[in-house]
């Protein structure tokens, strides 16, 4: 229970900070107002592999800032008690007004004691390309790739390159489904770097069917892998979805 309360209890302060200085920045320049947007939402899923879980997305936008955040809770097989918990946070700074660059800054929390990372880089937004943006529109998708070249673990040597993050939304035929449907999700691309100096990679991935049944209330269905499963390495996730947009 403590480190469910210390997780939400980083979200909320993290996302308080953030609002707080972009305030202060954005007062000393006269010219630019601040601009707020963004969402909470909260997905309810049950897998087939037997067990369930719990997650909250929280994103917000504040001119060249941006806070994201996903949180996520998991029981046992054929038990409802939430045993462990996994939640990541990320700053991103765009570069400038119109560059699909962002500086990132992520802090992953896990369950137990020194796995705890910070991580580096740089995300591209390619929908914000301008040479290829038209493309991405007709598709009516977004597509990010964020690359972390520097991982600081305490206890842990530092990692360099340590994971390539993929995440992609489209909106499906938003005309003929009167912005009803949807698939979005992410690849997370893990380096694991061999003895012999060989690299091979590992991936967590999720793919998600949103089905709008009424104002922002979806039915959500989920393909889903993990490498790092000792077994059952896939499986399908379905349930609810409320999205809460300001």
Avoid at 59 to 82: E, H, I, V, W
């Amino acid at each position: 229970m403590a480190t469910n309360q210390k997780v939400q209890g980083y979200n909320w302060l993290i996302l308080i900070l953030l609002l707080v200085t972009n305030l202060n920045l954005t007062a000393q320049n006269d010219e630019e107002k601040t601009k707020i947007s963004g969402f909470i939402d909260f997905n309810g899923y049950y897998d087939t592999r037997e067990f369930s879980v719990l997650t909250y997305n929280i994103l917000a936008n504040m001119n060249r800032f941006q806070y994201f955040s996903l949180t996520n809770y998991k029981s046992g097989k054929r038990s409802f008690d939430f045993e462990t918990n996994y939640a990541e946070h990320n700053v991103r700074y765009r570069l400038s007004k119109t560059s699909p660059l962002d500086i990132t800054l992520q802090y992953v929390m896990r369950n137990g004691a020194d796995n705890d990372d910070f991580r580096f880089g740089f995300r591209a937004r390619l929908q914000s390309i301008k040479k290829i943006s038209s493309f991405f529109k007709k598709l009516n998708m977004s597509y990010s790739i964020n690359p972390m070249f520097i991982q600081f673990r305490r206890n842990t040597k530092t990692k360099y390159m340590s994971i390539i993050e993929h995440v992609y939304r489209i909106n499906i035929s938003p005309k003929t489904f009167n912005n009803r449907l949807y698939l979005a999700g992410f690849i997370d691309q893990n380096f694991s770097y061999l003895e012999n100096g060989g690299l091979a990679f590992k991936y967590v991935s999720e793919h998600q069917l949103g089905i709008r049944l009424i104002k922002e209330f979806y039915a959500i269905f989920e393909f889903r892998i993990n490498d790092f499963l000792p077994e059952d390495n896939y499986g399908l996730g379905y349930g609810l979805e409320y999205k809460i947009n300001f």
